[in-house]
């Protein structure tokens, strides 16, 4: 009996063909960058898009000419992100006296609370590299003085 033959994996992305002008390379890779970046995708991703090392994304992704093009690309969409607040601090709040018992996906949740504050960040320019390795510590007071919300309250 023959065998069959072995399922036939999907081909990798190959990586854009460099442009032969050296300062329109630049300008398409920082465009590709400052994509990525938006939509989310992680260094080494974007690294395998372009045929470069994530340390070079990371580099780019730094400049000047990247954050602006970042910024402008978001900028369309930032009062959508700060009219999304009071819904992120009411699931903050909620996440903070989550039980195991609740059905709600409380992890889910705050990845998206995680993600709308990229995304505001880099509305104002903030680089990415900044808000990844950043910790974002707040007090229970400066909590409770932002939403109003008492965090160690009991519910009833």
Do not use: W
């Amino acid at each position: 009996m023959p065998r069959k033959a072995a399922p036939k994996k999907a081909a990798p992305k190959k990586p854009i063909k460099p442009l032969p002008n050296k300062a329109a390379e630049k300008t398409r890779k920082r465009k590709v960058v400052a994509a990525g970046i938006v939509a989310g995708k992680k260094s080494k991703v974007i690294g395998r898009e372009l045929g470069c090392t994530d340390r070079t994304v990371r580099r780019i992704a730094a400049e000047k000419e990247t954050q602006f093009l970042i910024t402008r690309a978001i900028a369309p969409y930032t009062p959508e992100l700060e009219a999304l607040l009071p819904r992120v601090m009411d699931a903050l709040g909620d996440a903070l006296v989550a039980e195991k018992t609740d059905s709600a996906d409380h992890f889910t949740r705050l990845r998206a609370i995680e993600r709308h504050g990229e995304l505001m960040e880099l509305a104002q320019g903030k680089p990415k590299e900044e808000t990844v390795h950043e910790m974002r510590l707040i007090t229970a007071q400066a909590f409770f003085d932002l939403t109003g919300v008492d965090p160690f309250a009991q519910k009833d």
